[in-house]
T-cell receptor
Framework: NAGVMQNPRHLVRRRGQEARLRCSPM?????VYWYRQLPEEGLKFMVY????????ESGMPKERFSAEFPKEGPSILRIQQVVRGDSAAYFC????????????FGSGTQLSVL | AQSVSQHNHHVILSEAASLELGCNYS??????LFWYVQYPGQHLQLLLK??????LVKGIKGFEAEFIKSKFSFNLRKPSVQWSDTAEYFC???????????FGTGTSLTVIP
């Protein structure tokens, strides 16, 4: 059973471009969480999705950021018109159910904005 | 390859018992160390972190952790647990450049009243 898969592992974008980060949860997991880690800081919650639904997006910036988790395919975190401050590691985690279930983390996508 | 090991997968304690959760990592360079907690139904929260300085760090809710460089360890401790400490605990290690970050598999703590 493959773990949580994130790709790409490293993503380089120029200011103003779009970044798409993908997360394939573990098999059988229908809950996905996205976290951002800025250098030398802890993880910051961004968004929590269940298949086809956004459950909690309280940690998402109001502009330029969006997330989806379609019925088929991976969850996508999309950042439009990236700026240097978006440079960070973005982690995805999945769980089979909400509430107390253990999270399984992907290895992250390191986004660098030039 | 770099990795983070949490040896205790599931720990059950009675209230007022002392807690120590093990965390070992394999990475030869300078690291930043973290402990996170996930309470039932909630998101991850940062318990404490170590970047440099005093290897004994204190976090929220009475938790502390000690960085022992020679042992590549960052064990989490609490002198007296409470029922409300029932949660999943994750150790994490980041490289000092910030571009690599690894999680342990987590330890489930159940505190019995």
């Amino acid at each position: 059973n493959a773990g949580v898969m994130q790709n790409p592992r490293h993503l380089v974008r120029r200011r103003g471009q779009e970044a798409r980060l993908r997360c394939s949860p573990m098999k059988g997991h229908s809950h996905v969480y996205w976290y951002r880690q800025l250098p030398e800081e802890g993880l910051k919650f961004m968004v929590y999705l269940q298949k086809e639904n956004i459950i909690d997006e309280s940690g998402m910036p109001k502009e330029r950021f969006s997330a989806e988790f379609p019925k088929e395919g991976p969850s996508i975190l999309r950042i439009q018109q990236v700026v240097r401050g978006d440079s960070a590691a973005y982690f995805c985690a999945s769980s089979p159910r909400q509430g107390g279930e253990k999270l399984f983390f992907g290895s992250g996508t390191q986004l660098s904005v030039l | 390859a770099q990795s983070v090991s949490q040896h205790n997968h599931h720990v059950i304690l009675s209230e007022a018992a002392s807690l120590e959760l093990g965390c070992n990592y394999s990475y030869g360079g300078t690291v930043n160390l973290f402990w996170y907690v996930q309470y039932p139904g909630q998101h991850l929260q940062l318990l404490l972190k170590y970047f440099s300085g005093d290897p004994l760090v204190k976090g929220i809710k009475g938790f502390e952790a000690e960085f022992i460089k020679s042992k590549f360890s960052f064990n989490l401790r609490k002198p007296s647990v409470q029922w409300s400490d029932t949660a999943e605990y994750f150790c994490a290690v980041g490289t000092n450049t910030g571009n690599q970050f690894y999680f342990g598999t987590g330890t489930s703590l159940t505190v019995i009243p």
